[in-house]
């Protein structure tokens, strides 16, 4: 079951949050949330449907780093970086993202000269008889009027992108916890 919408919201950096998605998962709030703080189990299923993986290197703390790299079905290359701001487990993480090089400079996106350099993802981590609501509320920060408005753009890609990713989050749970459907 997959919900999503847009919505805007203000952040104690007063900027906008242009995107929200919710996903329910049929899994406890600690396995969740455990599959986005460990390298071994991210691999699994974080990024697009058809990437292969490259380089990962996490260091899932406050002011810690999450730099990676992965290739293209038509063989690009693309690095990303997590800058984690707060994490309560549990419950919480909040970390800045942006496409990256090898060295972990943040670049521009590889689609699009306007999209926002650095985005401020929230996540957070709710259970209720034995599921777990996970919502994403991401919006770009220290953006131009023009990577605002590009990122407003792409909101009905965003949800597209989030939905097969969360797919293959669903389908790893699934993986990890035997007898369980998710």
């Known amino acids: 079951m997959a919900e999503s919408n847009v919505t805007n919201m203000e952040t104690s950096e007063n900027q906008n949050y242009e995107f929200v998605y919710t996903r329910v998962f ?7 949330f455990k599959v986005w703080s460990e390298v071994d189990h ?3 299923w974080w990024g697009p449907k058809g990437f292969e993986w490259g380089t990962a290197n996490l260091d899932f703390r406050p002011g ?9 079905p038509d063989g690009l290359e693309m690095w990303g970086k997590f800058e984690y701001r707060e994490i309560e487990a549990p419950e919480k993480i909040v970390f800045v993202n942006s496409f990256s090089d090898p060295e972990g400079n943040k670049i521009r996106a590889p689609f699009s000269p306007t999209f926002p350099m650095e985005v401020l993802n929230i996540l957070t981590f709710t259970e209720n008889e034995g599921k ?3 919502t994403l ?4 920060i220290n953006a131009t009027e023009e990577e605002r408005n590009t990122y407003k753009g792409m ?9 097969g990713t969360f797919d293959q989050l669903s389908d790893y749970l699934a993986k990890i916890q035997p007898g369980t459907q998710v």
């Open 64 to 72: 810690g780093v999450f730099h990676y790299s992965m290739r293209s």
């Open 155 to 163: 909101v009905e890609s965003m949800k597209q992108g989030f939905g």
């Open 42 to 44: 991210l691999k699994n």
């Open 137 to 140: 509320r991401g919006g770009p």
């Open 26 to 32: 049929n899994a406890p709030r600690e396995l969740v």
């Open 132 to 134: 777990t609501t996970l």
